[in-house]
Every structure is written in C-alpha cells, then in structure tokens.
C-alpha cells in the first residue's frame, strides 16, 4: 500500500498532467511555457515523461500551464466554429450557384 503523501502528491499532479496532455495546445502555448521556464523541450517526444515533468519543475507552473491549456481549448472551440461556419457558408454558396445555374439553363432552353 502507497504511503498517503504519495497518494496525496499524484492526486495533485494529476490536472497537471492532464493539462500537459491537452491536444489543443498548440506550439505558440508551448514557446510560452519554455519561455517562462526557461527550458527547452519537445512536449510530443519520447523523453517528455512524468520524470521530465519533475526536473522541469512543472508543478512550480501549475497554474500558468492550466490557464495555457483552457484558453489553448478555448481557442480550438473558436477555430472549430469558424470552420464549420466557413464550411456552411462555402455550401451556401454552391448551392446559391448550382440555383443560379439552374434557372439559366431553363430560361436560355
């Protein structure tokens, strides 16, 4: 059985890690966290483990890496609505297009 400080460490290390793990963080949110830690590291490679995590002292930036991580999903959200409405607008218009040239053809018929 785990000692509870041990238990108690992991519960606390957990959002970080969930925050490092968030796919919406994108390589500007990470240049901002190495800036600030002032280490360099790639957070996609093999070598960024949870032992990594601790030598960076990671946990000394706990909140800055949650705010980087929910505005980094907050971006995502903004960027997938402007592609679906980019997307909806673009059919629009093929349609509009395609009515166009529907009432073309059967006036010049």
Known sequence: MLPQDTVDS???????IMDLRNPAMRPRHWANLMEVVGSKFDPAGP??????????HL????????????????????????????TWLSAK?????????????????
């Open 10 to 16: 992991f519960k606390k290390t957990m959002p970080l």
């Open 47 to 56: 070598n960024f483990t949870l032992d990594s995590v601790v030598k960076l």
């Open 93 to 109: 218009q093929l349609h509009e297009l395609c009515d166009s040239h529907q009432r073309s053809a059967v006036t010049t018929a």
């Open 59 to 86: 946990d000394q930036h706990a909140d800055l890496i949650a705010d980087l991580s929910g505005n980094a999903s907050k971006e995502l959200a903004i960027e997938m609505s402007i592609q679906v409405s980019y």
